[in-house]
């Protein structure tokens, strides 16, 4: 099978400091991935590398069959490539039915981001109930899926999550895990990085994880769900 997305060799700095130190990793078509690493790792830096919202030092991505190293952002989710950003980052002065049209900014068919529309508010009722309050009034929750809804407003091939389930309680992040497998389901590819180690493997196929920078290990979810090293570094059990 050809990768939807693959990493090579990843290496990116601030200033002095390594932040990634040559990871490499790939996704198919189909897949949701999973990166899993605590406060530091590097989780946020490898999807702004991917998404060229930061330079990396070195390495290859590949996407869809391009190398996008070059693009600039716009062009890469023209190409179908979407990030949803760590804490949200909607427009929070903006309506929610507005915030939704910005996720369509580059596209031009009317009648299709119309019915896109339409397709984010059967997946989030709660967002057409709330087509018109201002963004910044939503709860946690449905700030995060205005996010993704948003996200899905540019098609995406490949969505990259960075940590959904952050500050949402198990119920939400319940629903919001329950979304992104049914997004899933409906043709789109995820990498979800989280710190939450124990939900994103109940939801991968497969994961990496990473610690300062680097790779450590990987596999199927479930043989990593089992495992003694992840169990005592990241599930809280032996
Ligand atoms: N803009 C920045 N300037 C300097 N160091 C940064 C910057 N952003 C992140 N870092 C550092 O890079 C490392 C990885 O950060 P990050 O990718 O945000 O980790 P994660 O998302 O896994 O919590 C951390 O040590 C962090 O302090
Ligand atoms: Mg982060």
Not at 175 to 187: C, M, P, S, T, V
């Amino acid at each position: 099978m050809n990768p939807l997305l693959t990493v090579e060799n990843l290496t990116v700095h601030y200033g002095a400091i390594q932040a990634l130190r040559g990871i490499s990793f790939s996704v198919n078509q189909g897949e949701i991935i999973t990166l899993i690493g605590s406060n530091g790792a590097g989780k946020t830096t490898t999807l702004h590398a991917i998404s060229h919202i930061i330079e990396k030092t070195s390495g290859t991505i590949m996407f869809n069959g391009a190398n996008i190293s070059a693009l600039v952002p716009d062009k890469i989710v023209g190409a179908g490539l979407v990030q949803v950003p760590e804490g949200r980052r909607i427009f929070a002065n903006l309506r929610v039915h507005d915030n939704l049209e910005m996720g369509a900014y580059l596209r031009k068919d009317h009648a299709g981001i119309k019915q896109d529309i339409e397709m984010v508010y059967n997946i989030f009722p709660r967002l057409r109930e709330r087509f018109h309050q201002l963004s910044g009034t939503l709860s946690g929750g449905e700030q995060q899926m205005l996010a993704m809804g948003r996200a899905l407003m540019s098609q995406p091939k490949l969505l990259l999550m960075d940590e959904p389930s952050m500050g949402l309680s198990p119920i939400l992040v319940d629903e919001i895990f329950g979304i992104i497998r049914r997004i899933n389901d409906a043709g789109t590819t995820i990498l979800l990085v989280e710190q939450n180690a124990y939900r994103a493997l109940g939801i991968a196929g497969r994961a990496y994880i990473l610690e300062t920078g680097e790779i450590v290990q990987s596999g199927s979810a479930v043989d990593l769900l089992r495992d003694d090293r992840v169990k005592n570094a990241y599930l809280g059990t032996s």
